[in-house]
């Protein structure tokens, strides 16, 4: 019997999951749980993101916003979110988040995967997933990374 045909990759990049760690941002690593459901490409891209951030030198944060880019390469990604709700003085309401996301695998030997974030790209594209971004490892939870190659 001939095998059938491989099976198809995503058309566009996809990020999904939620995690739980001390995560690195550009003030500093804090306990936080971020979300991320984005699907597209480096200039096109939907979708929505949030993050909290745990006892920060300014309180407790929630950032919220929409997916406007993703660049997934291999295992890595990069997510864009245009930041739509924020109580953080120092990520205002329009500003550009972007988030690092390292898919490790699930099995129970793979090492975790981690996240970060920052707001040094304001460009309406995503850097390239390779981009050293600070992350730190997920806890709890799980992200995908799937690459539409």
Do not use: Y
């Not at 707001?119 to 490892?137: D, E, L, N, W």
Request: some cysteine; hydrophobic content about 40%.
């Amino acid at each position: 019997m001939a095998a059938g045909p491989a099976a198809a990759g995503p058309k566009e990049d996809l990020v999904t999951g939620t995690g739980q760690g001390v995560f690195a941002t550009d003030f500093g690593a804090f306990s936080s749980q971020a979300h991320v459901n984005a699907q597209g490409g480096p200039t096109d891209a939907h979708g929505h993101a949030w993050a909290r951030f745990f006892d920060s030198p300014i309180g407790d944060l929630l950032i919220k916003g929409s997916v406007f880019c993703v660049d997934a390469q291999g295992n890595q990604a990069t997510v864009g979110l245009l930041v739509e709700q924020s109580n953080a003085v120092v990520v205002p309401v329009g500003s550009r988040v972007i988030r690092k996301v390292v898919d490790n695998g699930a099995g129970a030997n793979d090492p975790p995967d981690e996240t970060g974030t920052t707001t040094a790209f304001q460009s309406p594209v995503c850097p390239p997933a390779a981009t050293p971004i600070p992350t730190g490892p997920v806890e709890q939870g799980n992200f995908v990374v799937m690459d539409a190659g």
